[in-house]
């Protein structure tokens, strides 16, 4: 039995979600550690497509407990609408816990983050307004509602009561918008909390229970390594830590209390919202990947910037995430691409460098040097295993397992369950 993190390794959206929904089919415990409903997981199973915002993707998989852990984010309205959208098409969310100890979203933080957002004007970091920064800003400051103070009308009142004040000064002076009450907020939210309250728990409890009794557990990181509060590039990032470490912080786990990483990366490069991107292709090889990868923003439809594979961050990504493999997706988009880019150093003010500097503004200035692979001109869709792929297809996923010093344990060649080339562990050391 082991504990597994599944993590992106980009700037989020690698099709993290299918590997998190193949992986739970053996798990008996699915957790999400950080973020909330910036969220956007898709899994697609026979002719039905489920876009996860919030609730883990492992819901999908009869008899498995999913854990929205004290790490997380999570709206109320989000999780509710979740979960009457998905018994509505016939998902049994009974497994559905909630950690007491997460901060709830409230509904002056998407309003504060729409705010924030406009008033940055040409600055503006490009968020998914669902209330993220906000609620992660409440809690370090200590004046955060967490969901143990939301089912409790008493707690919560006198939470908000500490709040509102600081709220209610900002929206009306700074954004001159309109203001909250604490009745208003105990009203708008009271259907929610009946709906929530049976499902709150111990998480902590939770994971150290299912981790000692020997359990499999997967960890369900969302968003990406390069939008690290910390390690991305600051301040184009989110708020909460979607990296391995904070598998464990999230969750109240210990640090050696993780089996295995495994790291997400796409076979090109996406990015959505503002921020350096080096690899960036703003020509008809870009428009392409848009297309072919419908790289169009689960959670708001945005047009997803598109580039080509960068193995300095995926492997700068590797090392901060101690990933022990990678499962490379999206591998058919680059189809019939007559001449494959990857980006193997930058040139930073006159030098080569093989790592994503730490310093965003070095970040933007890195030129990216790349080294070119013919491409393959037949469809991989129907590959199921290694010897199906073509020769240029094989050199590529060895070119990028090389680069970035990490073994590629699958490949996904389509959106379906079953397309997936499993990689077999080689004996040779
Ligand atoms: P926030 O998480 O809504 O505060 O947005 C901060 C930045 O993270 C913005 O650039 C978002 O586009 C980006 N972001 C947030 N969640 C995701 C995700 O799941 N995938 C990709 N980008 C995301």
């Given at each position: 039995m082991s504990t597994t993190a599944i993590v992106g390794?980009?700037?989020?959206?690698?099709?993290?979600g299918r590997f998190c929904d193949l992986l739970a089919e053996e798990s008996d415990l699915v957790v999400r550690f950080q973020g909330g409903n910036n969220a956007g997981h898709t899994v697609v199973v026979g002719d039905e497509v489920f876009k996860f915002h919030l609730i883990p993707s492992g819901i999908l998989r009869p008899g498995t407990t999913c854990l929205l852990a004290d790490g997380t984010v999570i709206d109320p309205r989000v999780l509710c609408s979740e979960v009457e959208e998905l018994e509505a098409r016939?998902?049994?969310?009974?497994?559905l816990k909630v950690s007491g100890s997460a901060h709830v979203i409230m509904p002056y933080h998407t309003v504060m983050d729409r705010m924030e957002e406009r008033a940055k004007g040409?600055?503006?970091?490009?968020?998914?307004?669902?209330?993220i920064g906000p609620a992660y800003a409440d809690k370090a400051a200590r004046i955060g509602i967490r969901v143990w103070d939301l089912i409790d009308r008493d707690r919560l009142a006198r939470q908000l009561a500490l709040a509102l004040p600081r709220v209610n000064v900002l929206l009306e002076h700074l954004y001159e918008t309109e203001t909250f009450t604490v009745d208003d907020i105990i009203g708008q939210l009271e259907p929610c909390v009946k709906i929530i309250k049976p499902m709150v728990a111990d998480g902590r409890a939770l994971v150290m229970d299912a981790v000692a009794n020997d359990a499999e557990v997967l960890f369900e990181g969302a968003q990406g390594t390069f939008i690290d509060l910390d390690h991305g590039t600051y301040p184009f990032v989110t708020s909460s830590h979607p990296i391995a470490g904070a598998a464990t912080l999230g969750t109240g786990l210990g640090p050696l209390d993780l089996d295995a990483v495994l790291g997400i990366a796409k076979a090109y490069t996406t990015r959505v919202g503002a921020g350096p991107f080096?690899?960036?292709?703003?020509d008809e090889d870009g428009d392409r990947m848009r297309e072919a990868g419908a790289e169009f923003g689960t959670t708001t439809g945005r047009p997803r910037r598109c580039g080509w594979f960068d193995s300095c961050m995926v492997r700068t990504a590797v090392r901060i995430n101690s990933a022990s493999s990678l499962a490379l997706t999206k591998l058919d988009v680059l189809d019939g691409i007559e001449t494959i880019r990857v980006v193997t150093a930058y040139e930073l003010d006159g030098e080569l460098i093989d790592y994503v500097p730490s310093d965003p503004e070095a970040f933007a200035r890195c030129v990216p040097v790349y080294e070119d692979f013919p491409g393959w001109m037949?469809?991989?869709?129907?590959?199921?295993?290694?010897?199906?792929?073509?020769e240029e297809a094989l050199n590529y996923i060895e070119a990028v397992s090389t680069l970035v010093e990490a073994p590629i344990s699958a490949i996904s060649v389509g959106p379906e369950r079953e397309q997936t080339v499993w990689v077999e562990e080689s004996d040779e050391e």
């Open positions: 390794t980009q700037w989020g959206d690698e099709g993290k016939g998902i049994d969310t009974a497994g040409e600055y503006a970091i490009g968020t998914t307004t669902r209330g080096p690899s960036e292709a703003f037949e469809p991989l869709e129907e590959a199921r295993e290694l010897d199906d792929l073509p």
